[in-house]
């Protein structure tokens, strides 16, 4: 007959496994903040060619979300599993995290539209480069720790 701790230990393993694709990452490169904002300026700055000719910003649109697309693939063969917000089952620190990229990106997408209205499209494509530079940057730092401290309680 087995004894309480070893079901209790049993339990705590399999919450391991189950938290190891979202905490067993690597960190993030110190180039990967600037490329999300450098591609997030480039996305607000082909809004440009709306004016200029309708193909043209649609091809633009395509060419870009196929870039981050291959990106993604690219980024996720090369670190393996990847954690998406709203996959799996996050440990609850980890979709903490989630709930506040979700709420940045609603923050930031309102402050480059509010960029736009009041000074014009380089002043939205330069304020997406600012903000989602640094909120990546941010997102990447609390993740971290979020990570460490479900290793913490896991072990």
Do not use: C, K
Not at 13 to 19: M, Y
Not at 51 to 78: C, D, E, K, Q
């Amino acid at each position: 007959m087995e004894s309480t701790e070893d079901w209790a230990e049993q339990i705590r393993a399999l919450e391991r496994s189950e938290a190891a694709p979202y905490i067993d990452q690597p960190t993030s490169s110190a180039w990967l903040a600037p490329a999300f904002g450098a591609w997030s300026a480039v996305y607000v700055a082909a809004f440009a060619l709306w004016n200029v000719s309708t193909a043209l910003f649609i091809l633009s649109m395509l060419g870009l979300s196929a870039l981050i697309g291959f990106f993604l693939g690219w980024y996720m063969r090369r670190f393996g599993a990847l954690p998406m917000p709203g996959r799996g089952n996050p440990p609850p620190e980890i979709r903490r995290e989630y709930r506040l990229y979700a709420a940045g990106v609603l923050v930031v997408a309102a402050l480059v539209v509010l960029a736009w209205w009041a000074a014009g499209l380089a002043v939205a494509s330069a304020t997406a480069f600012v903000l989602v530079t640094a909120g990546y940057m941010l997102y990447a730092h609390r993740y971290e720790r979020a990570a460490s401290a479900v290793r913490e309680r896991l072990q």
